[in-house]
């Protein structure tokens, strides 16, 4: 794998349990981020409770975001092999979150829970995924002070991986009586400043998806800094869409800054600030400069 520093799952849930020794520590893990985690998990008996516990469904239990006591009151409880595979598996993705809170298991379930929903600006409601280090990154410079203390008020501790795959931690005042109101409300400004987080990471997992092999040649942080440095530039030249911010981005990660020196440049710029639709031409065009940048 290429992730510039791994985590040891095992050593920081012990480190966490011991500089909180009257506290449980726990594990948030998206399975749907994970692949082999719920089959991974069904192998132990840690104490677990996924966030979606109101359904019963395989298929939905299996991507659900689960909770996992890993230390109660200073003693590790969770099962070392699970946390090697973790430490093997998780350790350059966005799928975990360390939690530090006295609260117990059961009630921490149902109060990230209430977290889960988001009303966004014409009152729309969708799955707010805070379990996402990224989206956790975003949300702690997004909300102000009073929502961000009251929704992350459950737990006196949220540590998670930052974009250089080094643990960040947020120390928050805990609130035995929860503060938080479901569901989350964002105004316009806040729900434009999470898409516009989230825009390098659509683009990151479709390029991913599409060129992987080309995309493994990168560690995940550089991954993340060479997409944000070209997604910017794709916005300058006016690309807007997701789409088409990932074409431009994998054509300079396929074929370098030649393409930009080629003079079908023009009208992949055009089509692309039109947003893809014509992707019969697009495609004939794009296949035709990369065989001139070999």
């Given at each position: 794998?290429?992730?510039?520093?791994?985590?040891?799952?095992?050593?920081?849930?012990?480190?966490?349990?011991?500089?909180?020794?009257?506290?449980?520590?726990?594990?948030?893990?998206?399975?749907?981020?994970?692949?082999?985690?719920?089959?991974?998990?069904?192998?132990?008996?840690?104490?677990?409770?996924?966030?979606?516990?109101?359904?019963?469904?395989?298929?939905?239990?299996?991507?659900?975001?689960?909770?996992?006591?890993?230390?109660?009151?200073?003693?590790?409880?969770?099962?070392?092999?699970?946390?090697?595979?973790?430490?093997?598996?998780?350790?350059?993705?966005?799928?975990?979150?360390?939690?530090?809170?006295?609260?117990?298991?059961?009630?921490?379930?149902?109060?990230?829970?209430?977290?889960?929903?988001?009303?966004?600006?014409?009152?729309?409601?969708?799955?707010?995924?805070?379990?996402?280090?990224?989206?956790?990154?975003?949300?702690?410079?997004?909300?102000?002070?009073?929502?961000?203390?009251?929704?992350?008020?459950?737990?006196?501790?949220?540590?998670?991986?930052?974009?250089s795959g080094q643990l960040k931690t947020t120390e928050t005042t805990f609130?035995?009586?929860?503060?938080?109101?479901?569901?989350?409300?964002?105004?316009?400004?806040?729900?434009?400043?999470?898409?516009?987080?989230?825009?390098?990471?659509?683009?990151?997992d479709l390029l991913r998806t599409v060129i992987p092999r080309k995309m493994?040649?990168?560690?995940?942080?550089?991954?993340?800094?060479?997409?944000?440095?070209?997604?910017?530039?794709?916005?300058?030249?006016?690309?807007?869409?997701?789409?088409?911010?990932?074409?431009?981005?994998?054509?300079?990660?396929?074929?370098?800054?030649?393409?930009?020196?080629?003079?079908?440049?023009?009208?992949?710029?055009?089509?692309?600030?039109?947003?893809?639709?014509?992707?019969?031409?697009?495609?004939?065009?794009?296949?035709?400069?990369?065989?001139?940048?070999?």
């Amino acid at each position: 794998m290429n992730n510039i520093s791994s985590i040891d799952f095992c050593n920081t849930i012990q480190s966490a349990a011991v500089d909180s020794s009257d506290q449980n520590v726990y594990l948030l893990l998206d399975q749907a981020g994970l692949p082999g985690a719920y089959q991974e998990l069904q192998k132990h008996s840690t104490p677990r409770l996924t966030l979606f516990d109101d359904t019963t469904e395989k298929s939905a239990v299996a991507v659900a975001p689960v909770l996992i006591l890993a230390a109660e009151r200073g003693v590790l409880i969770a099962k070392k092999r699970l946390l090697h595979w973790l430490s093997e598996y998780a350790s350059d993705t966005s799928s975990t979150v360390f939690l530090v809170s006295p609260l117990p298991i059961e009630v921490m379930r149902m109060r990230l829970s209430l977290r889960l929903e988001v009303e966004l600006s014409e009152e729309a409601s969708a799955i707010f995924r805070y379990y996402d280090p990224r989206i956790l990154t975003a949300l702690t410079s997004i909300l102000d002070k009073v929502e961000r203390e009251a929704f992350l008020g459950l737990a006196s501790a949220w540590i998670y991986p930052d974009r250089s795959g080094q643990l960040k931690t947020t120390e928050t005042t805990f609130n035995l009586d929860d503060a938080f109101v479901s569901p989350l409300k964002l105004h316009e400004n806040q729900e434009f400043a999470f898409l516009e987080a989230s825009e390098v990471d659509q683009v990151l997992d479709l390029l991913r998806t599409v060129i992987p092999r080309k995309m493994r040649e990168f560690s995940v942080t550089e991954q993340f800094f060479r997409v944000k440095d070209l997604v910017s530039k794709a916005k300058f030249e006016g690309v807007e869409s997701i789409l088409g911010c990932s074409i431009f981005c994998s054509l300079f990660l396929r074929g370098s800054s030649k393409v930009s020196d080629s003079p079908l440049w023009i009208d992949i710029m055009t089509e692309l600030k039109n947003g893809a639709r014509d992707m019969a031409r697009l495609d004939d065009l794009i296949e035709e400069l990369l065989l001139g940048c070999v």
